[in-house]
């Protein structure tokens, strides 16, 4: 059974910084691009960075030149560094296959605010 476990989420002034953790368990993830998606209040679930299994990376253009996407194909894990975090990035955060094909985690929960 495939799992997707998110971490590292937490409060954190503006401009403060974050680094998110994807572990993924039951599959081998190192074939597939690979995604993180947030979700705020009242809004839909939008992609925000993702990386092929070569390592090229796409942003959206809310977090280009803030947020940096990794991945360890070998430890089945994928972190998002955020940096100069806004309130706007308020959101819970969650990791999946892009597209999504796998069963959605619960997220981690990102705030930023004063």
């Known amino acids: 059974q495939v799992q997707l476990v998110e971490s590292g989420g937490g409060l954190v002034q503006p401009g403060g910084s974050l680094r998110l953790s994807c572990v993924v368990s039951?599959?081998?993830?190192?074939?597939?691009?690979l995604g993180w998606y947030r979700q705020a209040p009242g809004k839909q679930r939008e992609l925000v960075a993702r990386i092929t299994s070569g390592g090229s990376t796409n942003y959206a253009d809310s977090v280009r030149g803030r947020f940096t996407i990794s991945r360890d194909n070998g430890k089945n894990t994928m972190f998002l560094q955020m940096n100069s975090l806004k309130p706007e990035d308020t959101a819970v955060y969650y990791c999946?296959?892009?597209?999504?094909?796998?069963?959605w985690g619960t997220g981690t929960q990102v705030t930023v605010s004063s």
């Open positions: 039951g599959s081998i993830v190192s074939i597939y691009t």
């Open positions: 999946n296959t892009s597209p999504v094909f796998m069963t």
